[in-house]
Structure formats: C-alpha cells, structure tokens
C-alpha cells in the first residue's frame, strides 16, 4: 500500500507566524506535490518537486514556499500565515509512470490561521 | 480558468439505484483521467482512471465512461450504497499537470 503520511492533521496558528507543513513518503517516489482545497474550488496545485532540491511553482505559490532535502520528505512552508491562508493541505505522490498518471494522498492537514 | 468541472456540487440517490456523475474538462491534450473519493477530513482515495485510448473502463460497481469528442467523462456507481456517500473529485491529466474538477457530494439515502 501507498503511505503519505502528514504530520498534523489539524493546525491553528496565529496571523503572522512561520507554518511547517511536512509530507513524508515510503515509496521512493520521485514527484511530490502539495495541493490546497477549497469548497467550490477543488485542489489547487501549489508547488511540487520532481527531485531532491529540485521544486516547481504549481498554480498558487503566493505567500508558500517548499524544501526537499531528502527523497521521503516534502515540506510546505507558510513564511507568515495569513488569514485567507486557512484551508485543508493534502500532499502527494505519484504522476506519470507509462500511460498512467496516478497521485497518491496523504490524510491531509486542516490549518486554520486566527 | 477551469479547465474541469463538476457542474452538479451534489447529488442524492437511494440505496441500490444507480449514481452517475459528470464532468467535463475543455482542454483536448488531457490524456489520462481519475476518479477521486473523499470522506469528510481524509484525503482524496483514487478510484478508478480511464486513458484516451479508451472510451469504458469498469471496476466492480465502477464504471468511468470517456466521450472525448463531447470532452466528458461519467463515473457510475451500479449498485449505490449508504458507504459511498462522500465527495467526488474528477481529474485530469497531461504529463505531469493533473486538474481537478470542484467535486461533487454525493448522498446514497438507506
């Protein structure tokens, strides 16, 4: 079985403070990705990284940033939360491998900023 | 701009009818589409995929159907039960860029 596993699966932080959001897999997967969701809005692709050290700015990267260091692990990062930041976070793994292109999800991360 | 999407943000069916569920995407270059599942705080479940090459994929109760000269893609639940009430996604993908639709709740009444 597929595991991504987030850290937290809930999180209140205050307007202004630096926000650790960490994914990390066991598959040896090459592609992680961080997406946002949002009623009415689905999931938005925020950044996702392909390689160690590697990152690419997905369709929403405003206020985010991102660190991979080692293969497992993906970090999302929110240099200082704000208010309009409050939303589920869902990591994941996957992509295309031959004519499929499956993701895989973690449990996700409800972050709500005060 | 929403390249998929879930016209209908819920639908509600009785037990043991059939579900159907849309979506349609306007970019022609998609060539690989998911059905996702969602429970209220838990992430996306994938569920079934179709490629382009195809126009019917089924999985047990599952079935996706492509129509590709319509640009739309249906999953339907035959039978439907009490269990798969939940929030699904529909997805779809060219390379490694995967869009997703808003998502539609489904409700399956006892």
């Known amino acids: 079985d597929v595991k991504v596993t987030q850290s937290s699966r809930y999180l209140v932080k205050r307007t202004g403070e630096k926000v650790f959001l960490e994914c990390v897999q066991d598959m040896d997967h090459e592609n992680m990705f961080w997406y946002r969701q949002d009623p009415g809005l689905g999931l938005r692709l925020i950044y996702f990284?392909?390689?160690?050290?590697?990152?690419e700015k997905g369709d929403i990267p405003e206020g985010y940033s991102v660190s991979r260091e080692k293969k497992e692990r993906f970090s999302l990062i929110l240099e200082s939360a704000s208010t309009n930041q409050t939303s589920m976070y869902l990591c994941?793994?996957?992509?295309?491998?031959?004519?499929?292109?499956?993701?895989?999800f973690g449990a996700g991360t409800r972050l709500s900023v005060l | 701009d929403q390249q998929v999407k879930q016209n209908s943000p819920s639908l509600s069916v009785q037990e043991g009818r059939i579900s159907i569920l849309n979506c349609d995407y306007t970019n022609s270059m998609f060539d690989y589409f998911l059905w996702y599942k969602k429970y209220p705080a838990e992430g996306p479940t994938f569920l079934i995929s179709i490629s382009s090459i195809k126009d019917k994929n089924e999985d047990g109760r599952f079935t996706v159907f492509l129509n590709k000269s319509a640009k739309h893609l249906s999953l339907h639940i035959v039978p439907s039960q009490p269990g798969d009430s939940a929030v699904y996604f529909c997805?779809?993908?060219?390379?490694?860029?995967?869009?997703f639709g808003a998502g539609t709740r489904l409700t399956v009444k006892p």
């Open positions: 994941a793994i996957g992509g295309r491998a031959g004519a499929k292109n499956i993701q895989y």
């Open positions: 997805a779809a993908s060219v390379i490694n860029d995967m869009r």
């Open positions: 990284s392909y390689d160690v050290k590697m990152k």
